[in-house]
């Protein structure tokens, strides 16, 4: 297959006084694919994933958003650009209704001189536009769209953070250990969500240390170790025991590229 | 869910498969049943700000009964307003502050230093009153801006950047003012203007001062900041959790630097307004304003954790605080009561906070 990849990384490096975070690692993501990343704890997935997603800035090396170089000093910057990250955390405020978490840093304001003069908030739109992006996510259910977050379960907070992440335009969604706190139902729409997503035509990285979960909804596999990408693996290829196996080094993959 | 998933053949692990049959809404908000007292905490967690209000209209109702007349009469309700409304403003400063988590223990002290610039400006340097009041306003905003830089760029707790700021804006009064009171009447004659929050207006026997109304103003203006606009909103978000706020995209030093700057400059306008309620300019005068106002925020049922309660509770925690000194003293309970009594009010207002914020859905 002769694609453009969407997102691309080469030769990043990001150091942390003396630990090499980063060793000159690669990064590819196709249009409309599922790309898992997984690796031991330490080989530097998250620090891969933040300079992606404009948490944090590396040292060396160049990202392109679709052909073009890009360089972001802040996850804003990164989500203006179209990169929305869903992080483990989820990064919701939990006293802060589910529109106000949807819409924050980028409130629409009313329109006139309210809104140009008194900068107020346009709520009315808000709460339209969240509705209809949770409609869109079969998160219809909500009624409540003025709930606080910290009222809502595990699933449903995911819900809401995938939604705010679906919502702007974005051209790539990274989610970092979506399934990690939750239960084996929950795990399973968050999947599904995913997966729905993926049929938007959206591209997703998906960070997780479940191979279960990853060998179900990726379509490739990076595998990261020691600062770097050892390899990309086709998940129908290899089992999980090799996965599990490259990532700690127990076995070194024959050929390092073959699913790209 | 889409049509695609319907269609699709199970997704997932064998032991996943009897999921298949299970409730397939992502997001259902069912409404369980509550007892009564569930009601009411929810009701609170939607509404914190109705505790201080019930205490407010209950604490009136009360000293109504046990002091009579003498208690609700439009003088005495005004007189209520006009005693709060410097230790009000600075709650209103304080709300500020609190609600990004922090706390701040000179607002006092930059509001006294403030009277005393402009005092000295505008008495005893010639300098036109309205020139020496935005000298006031920007030297508020700066002190302000300063505990923000301490606690954003040096990355000080607010507790310690604001004892210190506390000790030196103090010192830099008492040095300013050689420790002396401006008085009265030399202000009368060279400034007038400072004193303009002392004026009346009378209805009857209520006495409304300009003070009182800059009270409400002031708090009025900060609802609707906090409330109608993107700004608000990013304070809270900080308030609550600074960590997801900053992933979710808000500048939060920046934030925290404006929330510093503009309670400065609210200080900085009290300082204006207690010129007028003091009448001379005193170095040594609202010395524990400070905790004062931090007692009006408490009961005022704002989160000492932030990013919980409404501004408009401050007010009423300082109206409350207002109206149990005056009920007592005049009950004639000894004033070592009022002061027992407020203690009560405190703790009373922190484990309510508590309570609401272990609601769950």
Known sequence: MKR???????????????????????????????????????????????????????????????GRPVSFRSPLEAQDAGISTVYQTLALSPALSIVD??????????????GTWLRMLDKPAMRAFAREKLNDLGLMTIQDIDQAVETLSGGQRQGVAVARAAAFGSKVIIMDEPTAALGVKESRQVLNLILDLKAKGLPIILISHNMPHVFEVADRVHVHRLGKRLCTIDPKKHTMSDAVAYMTGAKQPDDVNEAA | MTDMTQ?????????????????????????????????IQHGLHGNPTLVPVIVLGLSIAAF??????????AFNLTLIMQQVSIIGILAAAQSLIILTAGIDLSVAAIMVLMSV???????????????????????????????????????????????????????????????????????????????????????GNARVTYGSILMIVVFLALWFLLNKTAWGRHVYAVGDD?????????????????????????????????????????PQAYYEANLHSITAVVIGGISLFGGRGSILGALFGALIVGVFQSGLRLADVDVLWQVFAIGWLIIIAVAIDQWIRKVSA
């Not at chain 2, 010192?171 to 401006?182: F, P």
């Open chain 1, 4 to 66: 453009d990849p969407i997102l691309t990384a080469r030769g990043l490096v990001k150091r942390y006084g003396r630990v090499t975070a980063l060793d000159n690692c690669d990064f590819d993501l196709y249009p409309g694919e599922i790309l898992a990343v997984i690796g031991d704890n330490g080989a530097g997935k998250s620090s891969l994933i933040k300079a992606i997603s404009g948490a944090v800035q590396a040292d060396e090396g160049e990202i392109r958003l679709e």
């Open chain 1, 101 to 114: 978490n949807m819409f924050v840093g980028r409130e629409l304001r009313k329109p006139g001189p309210l």
């Open chain 2, 7 to 39: 269609t699709a053949p199970p997704r997932g692990q064998s032991f996943e498969h009897d999921l298949e049959k299970s409730d397939r809404t992502v997001a259902a908000f069912e409404r369980t049943k509550r007892g009564p007292l569930g009601t």
């Open chain 2, 64 to 73: 109504g009964l046990i002091a009579g007349g003498k208690f609700f009469s």
């Open chain 2, 117 to 203: 610039i402009a005092g000295n400006l505008a008495v005893y340097m010639g300098v036109p009153a309205p020139v020496a009041l935005l000298v006031a306003f920007a030297g508020g905003t700066g002190a302000g801006l300063m505990n923000g830089f301490l606690v954003t760029k040096v990355k000080l707790p607010p507790f310690i950047t604001t004892l210190g700021t506390w000790s030196i804006f103090y010192a830099l009064n008492l040095w300013l003012s050689g420790a002396q009171s401006i008085r009265s009447q030399d202000i009368d004659k060279a400034a007038p203007l400072l004193k303009f929050f002392g004026n009346t207006i009378a209805i």
């Open chain 2, 242 to 282: 600074k960590e997801a706020a900053e992933l979710a995209g808000i500048r939060t030093d920046r934030t925290l630097l404006s929330v510093y700057g503009l309670a400065g400059l609210v200080c900085a306008i009290a300082a204006w307004a207690s010129i007028g309620r003091v009448g001379s300019i005193s």
